[in-house]
T-cell receptor, first 116, second 111 residues
């Protein structure tokens, strides 16, 4: 079956702009989580969506937002971009919310965002 | 705040030897722990997990050990192979709540 698909793979934006990233989960998966990966900080949790509702949220400013559609596809939006937002943004899909106790999350290849 | 810490940014071992990757956490409420492996230009892939009711879980060459009193988690790879060279992330969660990741350890297995 097809894996998690993230688009676009690479993106260059200027400070102050806004950006929308897309994630299509594995068919049948209802949970989509977003992570930011930066050198030294590892993977930091942004938020999780399940059945079109945000269920969990990490410690990121309100400039970071997301949504999930009825087909479980999810988008992440970052407004008023800052240089520090340059990172690899990964989304992960899983069957159950939070990946459940006995299931794991499947990650996409990520979107590399560069803010100049 | 870094609730999950991987204090070694890199590790180099010889092929055939044991690789030990370490992870410490501060939140005593964490009850589920996972290890992910990440190759360049790919997303992380799940490797192995352990719940807090166990202290060891084994899957082939990979074994995860959990020491709850020390809030310490380790991943053992025996024997190490060049294909194991990757960045390894440990992660922890409280039930089904958001998962916290460490910064990662880059493992290099030399032939």
């Amino acid at each position: 079956k097809a894996g998690v698909t993230q688009t676009p793979r690479y993106l260059i934006k200027t400070r102050g702009q806004q950006v929308t990233l897309s994630c299509s989960p594995i068919s049948g998966h209802r949970s989509v989580s977003w992570y930011q990966q930066t050198p030294g900080q590892g993977l930091q949790f942004l938020f999780e969506y399940f059945s079109e509702t945000q269920r969990n949220k990490g410690n990121f400013p309100g400039r970071f937002s997301g949504r999930q559609f009825s087909n479980s596809r999810s988008e992440m939006n970052v407004s008023t971009l800052e240089l520090g937002d340059s990172a690899l943004y990964l989304c992960a899909s899983s069957l159950l919310i939070g990946g459940g106790l006995n299931t794991e999350a499947f990650f996409g290849q990520g979107t590399r965002l560069t803010v100049v | 705040d870094q609730q999950v810490k991987q204090n070694s940014p890199s590790l180099s071992v010889q092929e055939g030897r044991i690789s030990i990757l370490n992870c410490d956490y501060t939140n005593s409420m964490f009850d589920y722990f996972l290890w992910y492996k990440k190759y360049p230009a790919e997303g992380p892939t799940f490797l192995i997990s352990i719940s807090s009711i166990k202290d060891k879980n084994e899957d082939g060459r990979f074994t995860v050990f959990l020491n709850k009193s020390a809030k310490h988690l380790s991943l053992h790879i025996v024997p190490s192979q060049p294909g194991d060279s990757a960045v390894y992330f440990c992660a922890a969660s409280v039930g089904s709540n958001d998962m916290r990741f460490g910064a990662g350890t880059r493992l290099t297995v030399k032939p």
